[in-house]
């Protein structure tokens, strides 16, 4: 089956794996002549679902443009070797890596609306085409940045891919051995029967797990079979109406006692306020170790470092004559430059932000000068560092919460006055582009890259995190404002940076933290031995 656009798989340069399962691979590529990003999934072995995936394909992408919560293709090749689908790519991953970076906790409530609101939509568009899914889970849930000011953060949308086991709704029943994921399949799906009912099951599977943190089913493919079929949904007494009915009625064991569409479900969706009757959610908290380091600090001289230093890269200046002033995207943009970094010995990053739009570009250059490509966030960076980890960013974000329940523990006890610009912090991977968002129990205002993993700060401690941006430990008993030299302003903000005290890795364990004001005019510096502290982190 060859694609109605004139478009060639040469056209198209593979920047890295993204992800792989038994029967394809995903490959973000760049288009050579437009510099767009795509995704590549390459098909084996598996003839059926290819050809069934493919005709689904078709059907949705051509020849209008899909719905924004489902994965298009742009193009589809047969190969000799199978199929190879040009899609949509989606950065931030898929819903299954963002549940995990939020386990054990459930998401907060306005982020699984948000979210699963999305995937309403389009679930909803399917079915009016008259295709079922019949796989629906959160790895086939794929995530993407959203300009939308009006969504929590982080501000993403959900859209649904991978329809090897979809089906047209006038064909046969699929066999038994097209259930797909068992942990969210509907039971009449065991017994070879399949509608629009099923799928609104499997998306109620996935709400349970976004709002209580857990799934209600699992164990062994049989098992879950048994469960499925004939064991209660498991419903904690503390759910509130508006939850309880919602869940029940997505998991009714019988379809017809579901909910009439996607639509009558999104409709109970927006009516849920609360997840539970009391403030406190069912289900474990994350538990960072909090260590006071008052006791350890070793201060250094004021006269030693009166204003504060940064560590950087010295740039000559033919380096920076070479980059252009300007690139085309920019000519009708206010922008301001944000940071150049050396991504390696040969290419050089420009970060810029936009100054009427929460917008970041990252401009690709050769050392020479050349210009060999831009990324564009819908984010506002604000602070931007080199990782350990080659052609990775950690950032700093700023962004505006249009709902005061949305960041945070989706309680109601948020601030109500209205809009309130919110920080947060992101990994960027550049080779290939994907961002993580993380989830951390602080609001940051300072965030730095590590030998061995990363340091983010708000006004009072300072948070430590490995390399995979897992948090090991909670510094507190950091020097307060109080007690600062009266000739230091008043109104000390407490600004924490922290940097190795060497390069040395037998030094990597000592810490230099830096308290400074707004305008970098003053700074006090600490010195601190993580060797002293208990620490379940091997260095």
Not at 38 to 65: F, G, M, W
Not at 118 to 123: A, E, F, S, V, Y
Not at 490 to 502: E, R
């Amino acid at each position: 089956m060859s694609s109605p656009a004139p478009i060639q798989v040469s056209d198209y340069r593979l920047l890295g794996l993204v992800g792989q399962g038994q029967f394809a691979q995903v490959y973000s590529a760049i288009h050579r002549r437009t510099g767009k990003l795509v995704a590549i999934k390459k098909i084996r072995h598996a003839a059926d679902h290819a050809d069934q995936e493919a005709l689904i394909l078709t059907q949705i992408s051509y020849p209008n443009p899909t719905h924004p919560n489902i994965v298009s293709a742009q193009a589809i090749f047969s190969t000799p070797t199978g199929y190879q689908f040009i899609l949509d790519y989606c950065e931030s991953g898929t819903l299954r890596s963002h549940l995990n970076n939020a386990l054990p906790n459930p998401l907060p409530l306005s982020e699984t609306k948000s979210l699963i609101t999305d995937i309403l939509h389009g679930l909803s568009h399917l079915h009016d085409q008259g295709i079922t899914h019949n796989d629906l889970k959160p790895e086939n849930i794929l995530l993407t940045l959203t300009p939308s000011s009006s969504r929590s953060f982080p501000p993403l949308a959900a859209k649904i891919t991978d329809f090897g086991h979809a089906q047209l709704t006038s064909s046969s029943p699929l066999s038994l051995s097209q259930i797909g994921s068992p942990t969210y399949t509907a039971p009449e799906r065991f017994s070879g029967h399949s509608s629009p009912d099923s799928d609104l099951y499997a998306v109620g599977i996935m709400l349970y797990e976004m709002l209580l943190g857990d799934r209600p089913f699992s164990g062994d493919p049989d098992t879950l079979r048994q469960a499925h079929q004939t064991q209660p949904v498991p419903l904690p007494h503390k759910l509130t109406p508006a939850a309880r009915y919602l869940l029940a009625t997505a998991l009714h064991k019988q379809p017809h006692q579901r909910f009439a569409s996607a639509d009558a479900m999104l409709s109970a969706l927006h009516k849920l306020r609360a997840v539970h009757k009391t403030s406190s959610p069912i289900g474990l908290k994350k538990t960072i170790p909090s260590i006071s380091v008052a006791q350890i600090l070793v201060p250094l001289p004021p006269n030693h470092l009166s204003e504060p230093t940064e560590q950087r890269a010295s740039i000559s200046q033919p380096c920076l004559s070479a980059l252009p002033e300007r690139c085309s995207i920019f000519k009708d943009i206010p922008y301001q430059l944000l940071d150049v970094l050396a991504i390696d010995s040969r290419h050089w990053l420009r970060i810029q932000t936009s100054l009427r739009s929460p917008k970041t570009y990252l401009e690709g250059f050769t050392r020479k000068g050349r210009f060999i490509g831009m990324l564009s966030l819908d984010l506002l960076l604000t602070q931007v560092s080199l990782t350990a980890k080659p052609y990775q960013l950690i950032a700093l974000t700023q962004f505006t919460d249009m709902d005061a329940n949305a960041h945070g523990s989706g309680n109601s006890s948020g601030n109500s006055s209205g809009n309130h610009a919110d920080s947060s912090v992101v990994l960027i991977q550049l080779k290939p582009f994907q961002l993580k968002h993380l989830r951390l129990p602080i609001q940051p205002t300072q965030v730095s890259a590590l030998p061995w993993g990363y340091a983010v700060a708000d006004d009072q401690q300072i948070l430590l995190l490995d390399r995979e941006a897992a948090p090991i430990a909670r510094l507190q008993g950091l020097p307060s404002a109080i007690n600062s030299p009266q000739s230091w302003p008043k109104s000390w903000p407490k600004s924490w940076q922290v940097t190795p005290l060497s390069a040395d890795p037998q030094h990597q364990t000592t810490l230099v933290l830096a308290q400074t004001t707004a305008n970098n005019q003053k700074s006090r510096l600490f010195t601190l031995d993580l060797k002293m502290l208990d620490l379940d982190f091997i260095f």
